[in-house]
């Protein structure tokens, strides 16, 4: 049994402790955030300790791992503290907007051996996840082209904006890293971006809108289009072509009817209406892997490194952007 502690109560954190709570080979002990309240609630509904500190959490010989559901500013400190603690951490994603912060938490803990994961839930949708694994298999010849399509339903307040880190990081960061996990590493990125959904996201210094078109070191294309917008609800796809057929993953929807009349041909249900809903079942999954990984005593993936790389590809999406020009990557 793994007991957790789960370190942030707002939306995705109040999700996760109930995913923990659930799970058969973990248990909840406790959770903290720095709004009193919220902690509260959690604690209260999920009947489980709420936490005075996170101090208290890392000294609690009772909690094998925190889930770390907080601000993006306080990932670093909270995964060396667990490292520290000889706590494993699953940590939401991106691991800090600064990549130099990130080298220096890994170089700070890396002697530790410790258990990180990052927080890219989509890896584990099983429709994304079926699809990664058949196309591995080789059932459509060598990957040739990959197309990633992932437009919110609308773009979050300003607010959120201005301390995301850009679009980039904060939401192509995903489809960064679900790039990466079919094609492996990227040697060049080229990036296009406008402000065409909110004037006042271009106020605050971000972009709306994006396609970016990047080369894996297999010679395979990605390309990844984004939006803040979208009309009809969470679009989230992905499509591989390879030499002798292609996969493709689409939307998700409350029920696979469909109504046919003098109308309409094939109408259905809108797609499900956001992250919570349509990844629900892989933030389920990300928990099990977590916590048998943990269980286990393996290395989990997303790992600390495949955030980097992810974060990395971030970096030189906004230098192309910045520049106009396509950015070459080292492979290490």
Request: hydrophobic share 45%; glycine share 8%; with cysteine.
């Amino acid at each position: 049994m793994v007991r957790f502690a789960v370190l942030g109560c707002g939306r995705i954190g109040r999700m996760h402790a109930a995913n923990v709570a659930r799970h058969p080979d973990a248990t909840l002990v406790s959770v903290f955030d720095v709004t009193l309240d919220a902690a509260a609630e959690v604690a209260g509904r999920l009947g489980v300790r709420q936490a005075a500190s996170v101090e208290e959490v890392m000294a609690d010989a009772g909690i094998d791992a925190v889930l770390i559901a907080t601000s993006t500013d306080s990932h670093v400190e909270l995964i060396i503290a667990a490292a520290r603690a000889g706590k494993a951490a699953l940590c939401e994603k991106p691991i800090d907007l600064d990549m130099a912060r990130v080298t220096r938490c890994w170089n700070e803990i890396g002697s530790l051996n410790p258990t990180v994961m990052i927080g890219f839930n989509r890896r584990f949708d099983p429709s994304f996840a079926a699809l990664r694994r058949r196309a591995h298999a080789g059932e459509i010849g060598r990957i040739e082209q990959v197309v990633i399509t992932s437009r919110d339903p609308g773009p979050p307040p300003i607010a959120y904006i201005k301390g995301s880190g850009g679009l980039f990081r904060d939401m192509t960061i995903h489809d960064f890293d679900m790039a990466r996990s079919l094609v492996g590493d990227i040697v060049e990125v080229s990036a296009f971006g406008a402000s065409l959904v909110d004037p006042a996201i271009g106020e605050a210094g971000d972009i709306d809108a994006a396609m970016v078109t990047m080369r894996a070191a297999s010679g395979a294309l990605v390309h990844i289009n984004n939006s803040r917008r979208c009309s009809y609800g969470y679009d989230q796809r992905l499509e591989v072509f390879g030499e002798t057929g292609m996969l493709v993953a689409g939307n998700r929807r409350e029920t696979s009817v469909e109504m046919f009349n003098a109308k309409s041909t094939q109408a259905a249900d809108p797609v499900l209406h956001f992250f919570i809903q349509r990844y629900a079942d892989a933030y389920a999954a990300e928990i099990a892997h977590f916590v048998g990984c943990v269980q286990d005593k393996a290395t989990p993936t997303p790992s600390f490194g495949d955030g980097m790389a992810a974060l990395l590809l971030a970096d030189a999406a906004n230098e192309s952007l910045r520049t106009g020009r396509s950015v070459t990557l080292e492979i290490h």
